[in-house]
């Protein structure tokens, strides 16, 4: 809209926000009790367009809060470097689907090298292009991490996740809280 | 003994083109510090980099740059004009150069994802028709099987709705139950909420494709159907 000077009267927002928002508002009423004694590690990937190109730190530091406050403090672990100069996974910009899988990996091998170095045992990607970018790279240079989305983790803290919205979760967590 | 380049006799025809449409991309300003290629994670992909990419530009040689497939691993994603200490615009300089290539001739899964959107509202080609089915048809699953949410509620265009929600047209198509938990949230926070049925899809492979006038029609027929016929005040990006 702003490339184009679409004119509009809705203000925008992204969901990563209003969790951070409803959280601190008690709507959401969340916590990290169900992995205090399992202790699963968790990083997140920043996606590039909430990231560098929104051209601030908000939406990515929400996300860590909101982060933080689902899985704990102790459990989560960044990226170095991360926010703003967050490496990109090299999925984005069409490259899922841009025919140069040999190159995307390629470009894909820093990110995996910082998730690793993390030991994370998931890493939360709130991008599709990023989720599936890393799930790749994760397969292609035998990476253990899982890829999970945000709201998995939310409903997973909230105990409401059931049983068939667990697709991606690995089988340390599969159970919890069924 | 070997002859100075003369810069002012260069012809920088692409140069010239990408700076009528972006007059702030400082390309002239590069001071061949490197900054950008150090950081780049596609440095290297195709025998190319961000410095010898501006290099080129510079010296014109338009030919072997447009002839370079780095343009689509490059995923544009601004971590070389952030380093740079001249705030060169890298990718815009690089959405310019896919747009220079006949449409058709750009990667056929980015096209075709774009083509979809236009025609269908989606990337995956699901119309409003399946989407709205689909949506409906995973709440009605979860209101009768998910004890405590009875009374989920998901609706497609709803007048006056407080916010408007886009959703990855990956989920509706290859795994609908990844949309409950999302919904879930929505219900415990008591969200007054709906989908637009036109150009419902959160992705826009039309500017992956550096197809303007997609990309714009996308946008154009979102912001219509939100202002003039949901009116709803808030637009809520999933992703």
């Not at chain 1, 190109?53 to 403090?73: A, C, H, Y």
Request: glycine content about 8%; hydrophobic content about 40%.
């Amino acid at each position: 809209m702003r490339k184009y000077n679409i004119p509009h009267k809705f203000q925008l927002t992204t969901i990563i926000e209003l969790y951070a928002q409803w959280i601190k508002e008690g709507r959401l009423k969340v916590n990290a009790d169900w992995n205090r004694d399992i202790g699963a590690k968790f990083t997140v990937q920043d996606p590039c367009n909430i990231a560098r190109k929104s051209g601030s730190n908000k939406i990515v530091d929400d996300l860590r809060f909101v982060v933080k406050t689902v899985v704990g403090e102790e459990n989560f672990i960044d990226t170095v470097p991360s926010r703003m100069n967050n490496f990109c996974c090299g999925g984005g910009g069409g490259a899922l689907q841009a025919g140069f899988p040999d190159q995307r990996r390629a470009y894909g091998k820093i990110k995996f090298d910082q998730i690793k170095a993390t030991g994370a045992d998931y890493v939360i990607a709130p991008c599709h292009n990023c989720h599936g970018q890393i799930e790749d790279i994760g397969l292609h240079y035998g990476g253990r991490y899982h890829v999970v989305h945000l709201w998995t983790i939310i409903c997973l803290a909230l105990g409401v996740l059931a049983d068939t919205e667990r697709a991606y979760l690995g089988p340390d967590l599969a159970e919890v809280g069924l | 003994m070997a002859e100075a380049i003369k810069i002012d006799t260069l012809d920088v025809e692409l140069k010239e083109a990408v700076l009528d449409k972006v007059p702030d991309a400082n390309f002239d300003l590069c001071l061949t510090c490197g900054t950008c290629t150090g950081g780049c994670p596609a440095s290297e992909q195709f025998g190319m980099d961000p410095r010898k990419l501006i290099r080129m530009l510079n010296f014109g040689m338009d030919e072997e740059i447009l002839k370079s497939d780095w343009k689509w691993v490059c995923s544009m994603c601004g971590r070389c004009q952030l380093a740079c200490p001249m705030n060169i615009n890298i990718p815009k300089l690089i959405y310019n150069i896919r747009a220079k290539m006949a449409r058709e001739k750009r990667p056929k899964g980015i096209l075709g994802s774009c083509d979809q959107h236009i025609r269908t509202g989606s990337a995956m080609g699901a119309a409003k028709e399946d989407f709205e089915f689909t949506v409906l048809d995973v709440a009605e699953e979860i209101r009768e099987g998910h004890p405590g949410f009875e009374d989920l509620e998901v609706t497609v265009d709803r007048v006056g709705a407080q916010m408007v929600l886009n959703q990855n047209s990956r989920e509706p198509v290859t795994e609908p139950e990844e949309m409950g938990p999302l919904w879930k949230i929505l219900h415990l926070v008591g969200a007054d909420w709906t989908y637009p049925s036109v150009m419902w899809a959160g992705e826009n492979y039309c500017m992956f494709l550096a197809d303007d006038e997609g990309w714009r029609y996308i946008i154009e027929e979102f912001v219509l159907h939100v202002d003039n016929n949901l009116k709803s005040p808030l637009v809520v990006n999933t992703e």
